[in-house]
T-cell receptor, first 111, second 112 residues
Framework: DAKTTQPNSMESNEEEPVHLPCNHSTISGTDYIHWYRQLPSQGPEYVIHGLTSNVNNRMASLAIAEDRKSSTLILHRATLRDAAVYYCILRDKQAGTALIFGKGTTLSVSS | ETGVTQSPTHLIKTRGQQVTLRCSSQSGHNTVSWYQQALGQGPQFIFQYYREEENGRGNFPPRFSGLQFPNYSSELNVNALELDDSALYLC???????????FGAGTRLSVL
């Protein structure tokens, strides 16, 4: 799987939007961009994924650059519960492959 | 629909012992993956089982082994425990139809 680069940490205030960047300059045409997050003392949980177009779901939005070499996870209004480690992961379109985690971005949210 | 459950939640073993960790996959999921997460690191892939057969393995020695049962639950076995095996062990289930993995809360293993 191709490598991703994320900032080690980011800070946000409650109820403000958060933009979490991810660089993946070696992404291949068949790689999906997945985001997972891991809250303290829990296993990772799926957030969102996309291939080329921007995606929205109840948790977040995913903005994908036109050249697909970078993407941004957007939390529209951060809450204290969003404090977690966020992982950006590339996965081949073939289902069933393992997730290759990096160190992710630790998001802190202040009230 | 029940989620992924792992047992036990915590475990303490001594070096050289053997340990078995268990995972019940989410209803309808036929694929189980195991990960090891050291403190401060992202999870590292150990292996994956699909329909009771190993279907991929990460860079872990043979003393890490597993099983998947007909009901798709799974076990992770670690022999000859080493101090560096102390970690959070995560199980994730998925179906090949959907490329999303659902994780349990993990088993925290401490090797003394």
């Amino acid at each position: 799987d191709a490598k991703t680069t994320q900032p080690n940490s980011m800070e946000s205030n409650e109820e403000e939007p958060v933009h979490l960047p991810c660089n993946h300059s070696t992404i291949s045409g068949t790689d999906y961009i997945h985001w997972y997050r891991q809250l303290p003392s829990q296993g990772p949980e799926y957030v969102i994924h996309g291939l080329t177009s921007n995606v929205n779901n109840r948790m977040a939005s995913l903005a994908i650059a036109e050249d697909r070499k970078s993407s941004t996870l957007i939390l529209h209004r951060a809450t204290l519960r969003d404090a977690a480690v966020y992982y950006c992961i590339l996965r081949d379109k073939q289902a069933g492959t393992a997730l290759i985690f990096g160190k992710g971005t630790t998001l802190s949210v202040s009230s | 629909e029940t989620g992924v459950t792992q047992s036990p939640t915590h475990l303490i073993k001594t070096r050289g012992q053997q340990v078995t960790l268990r995972c019940s996959s989410q209803s309808g999921h036929n694929t189980v993956s195991w990960y090891q997460q050291a403190l401060g690191q992202g999870p590292q892939f150990i292996f994956q089982y699909y329909r009771e057969e190993e279907n991929g393995r990460g860079n872990f020695p043979p003393r890490f082994s597993g099983l998947q049962f007909p009901n798709y639950s799974s076990e992770l076995n670690v022999n000859a425990l080493e101090l560096d095996d102390s970690a959070l062990y995560l199980c994730a289930s998925s179906s090949l139809a959907k490329n999303i993995q659902y994780f349990g809360a993990g088993t925290r293993l401490s090797v003394l």
